[in-house]
């Protein structure tokens, strides 16, 4: 298992962009895969990125171009860019490591809440 810790959310207008952090107890270069999803009220829970341990990237229709994943194997640290920011990108975000295939550790979320 991982720790997941995520920061950087906040309030911010249209069209406006924030940076959000996870930080990793342990050295995630061996982890298949790390992801950014995120949930709304009443909504489910979405992918919007991930990143594989191969650096390769998927993104939720919605947020291509706009968002981009990184990580830093160096510092156990995953980065979700966030510009041109809309109202509909509000919700809880959330960091997630999978291991193997599956995402089973997960962060506490951080709120990111977009004003038009």
């Known amino acids: 298992q991982v720790q997941l810790v995520e920061s950087g959310g906040g309030l911010v207008q249209a069209g406006g962009s924030l940076r959000l952090s996870c930080a990793a107890s342990?050295?995630?270069?061996?982890?298949?895969?790390m992801g950014w999803f995120r949930q709304a009220p009443g909504k489910q829970r979405e992918l919007v990125a991930l990143?594989?341990?191969?650096?390769?990237?998927n993104y939720a229709d919605s947020v291509k171009g706009r968002f981009t994943i990184s990580r830093d194997s160096a510092k156990n640290m995953v980065y979700l860019q966030m510009n041109s920011l809309k109202p509909e990108d509000t919700a809880v975000y959330y960091c997630a490591a999978a291991p193997a295939t599956d995402f089973g550790s997960w962060g506490q979320g951080t709120q990111v809440t977009v004003s038009s």
């Open positions: 342990r050295s995630i270069v061996s982890i298949n895969a």
């Open positions: 990143i594989t341990r191969g650096a390769n990237t």
